[in-house]
């Protein structure tokens, strides 16, 4: 998971102004093309230009909203979803619950508005050796929000060790759910996949 600007359906808030609308609407479109033109002749056989014609936009536009191709892959809406959704547990959970919580509530969210999307772009991180490479990048900007807001619930500071772990082990746990989504052709509920995944951490790792 990767932070970008929240998009009108990931989080409830104020309206946005025209000019936020209109900058998502554009990262949406360019999205979009690009993932009906990956499907259509593979992720490296896409050159940025057919992109950014597919959409109906410059190249340099596509390069002002994703500073490379894998970025339109590896940015998403999913942190502030997965932010706001923890953010809404009660004070009176503990810490990893909140965060399991959180998790299963912001993945209901986006398999319920784009399942499609999610298939695709977890099938491309498995795949395209690049993109399984940079993911560490929007993995650790995760685990910094998270962990914001992990501090905030506990009193720690941000960079507690043991906030630390825990988070990345969520994360961790997370990713491993979606590739064996992945590997089993994305036909198991995945619902229940993260929650069984994250079940081995609830019980302290044991086997």
Known sequence: ????????????????????RKKIQTRQAIRRA?????????????????????????????????????????????????EAAIRARPMSESPVEAIRQGVLSSMRHVIDSDIAELKQRTRLVSEVPSLR????????????????????????????????????????AMHEALMRWVERGQAEDLIALISRTLDVLDRGLTL
């Open 1 to 20: 998971m990767a932070s970008a600007e929240t998009s009108s359906a990931a989080t409830p808030g104020p309206r946005l102004g025209l000019r936020e």
């Open 34 to 82: 690009a993932y009906r033109l990956f499907e259509k002749q593979g992720y490296d056989a896409t050159p940025v230009d057919q992109i950014a014609e597919a959409a109906d936009v410059s190249p340099s536009t596509v390069f002002r909203y994703f500073p490379t191709k894998d970025d339109i892959v590896l940015t998403d809406e999913y942190d502030p979803l997965l």
């Open 133 to 172: 490479g940079r993911q560490a990048e929007g993995m650790g900007e995760s685990a910094r929000m998270l962990c914001g807001v992990l501090a905030e619930r506990t009193g720690r500071p941000a960079d507690d060790l043991e906030l630390r772990v825990v988070i990345a082990a969520v994360l961790a």
